[in-house]
T-cell receptor
Framework: GAGVSQTPSNKVTEKGKYVELRCDPI?????LYWYRQSLGQGPEFLIY????????DSGLPNDRFFAVRPEGSVSTLKIQRTERGDSAVYLC?????????????FGPGTRLLVL | AQSVTQPDIHITVSEGASLELRCNYS??????LFWYVQSPGQGLQLLLK??????LVQGIKGFEAEFKRSQSSFNLRKPSVHWSDAAEYFC???????????FGTGTRLTVIP
């Protein structure tokens, strides 16, 4: 079956611009996670959704970052006034629940470069 | 607070040799532990996971890992490495309080013929 998909695969933008990154989870997965992976680092948690609501957004670095999941499926991560430090790979994952025993399935990521 | 340490940034092994990647965790309760592999341009793929029970867990691609509570470790092993195993490997612990995964910084594996 189809896995988690993310678009675009690469995004180059200029400092100060607005970007949107999209995640299409596996069908039927209720939990959706966003992580950010900087060069040479492991993924770091940003936010997760259980259904339509953001259950925990404590990993978002500041108020320039925002994510939505209006219908409980596709999610969009939005970054306003991008900064060079936002350059990273943004990973999306989905799972059937959040007990911890469910496998998180990851998408290929969106590589964001802010010039 | 939860954390994961992977002390080896880069490991090189010969094809056919055995492999052990180290992972140490810090977590207050019984940990849920995972190993993921990331190939260039690919997403993270789950190799194996541990929740409870038998401390030696088997995964895909011939990998196994052993949970040792006394050492706070969850090392990944493979008896004979193949060239296709060259990738980045991440150990992670799931925090049931925070409901998300905490990853180590990864170990890059190079396989030489």
């Amino acid at each position: 079956g189809a896995g988690v998909s993310q678009t675009p695969s690469n995004k180059v933008t200029e400092k100060g611009k607005y970007v949107e990154l999209r995640c299409d989870p596996i069908s039927g997965h209720t939990a959706l996670y966003w992580y950010r992976q900087s060069l040479g680092q492991g993924p770091e948690f940003l936010i997760y959704f259980q259904g339509t609501g953001a259950a925990d957004d404590s990993g978002l670095p500041n108020d320039r970052f925002f994510a939505v999941r209006p219908e409980g499926s596709v999610s969009t991560l939005k970054i306003q006034r991008t900064e060079r430090g936002d350059s990273a790979v943004y990973l999306c994952a989905s799972s059937t629940g959040t007990s911890g025993q469910e496998t998180q399935y990851f998408g290929p990521g969106t590589r964001l470069l802010v010039l | 607070a939860q954390s994961v340490t992977q002390p080896d940034i880069h490991i090189t092994v010969s094809e056919g040799a055995s492999l052990e990647l180290r992972c140490n965790y810090s977590y207050g309760a019984t940990p849920y532990l995972f190993w993921y592999v990331q190939s260039p341009g690919q997403g993270l793929q789950l190799l194996l996971k541990y929740f409870s029970g038998d401390t030696l867990v088997q995964g895909i691609k011939g990998f196994e890992a052993e949970f040792k509570r006394s050492q706070s470790s969850f090392n990944l092993r493979k008896p004979s490495v193949h060239w296709s195993d060259a990738a980045e490997y991440f150990c992670a612990v799931y925090s049931t309080g925070a409901n998300n995964l905490f990853f180590g910084t990864g170990t890059r594996l190079t396989v030489i013929p």
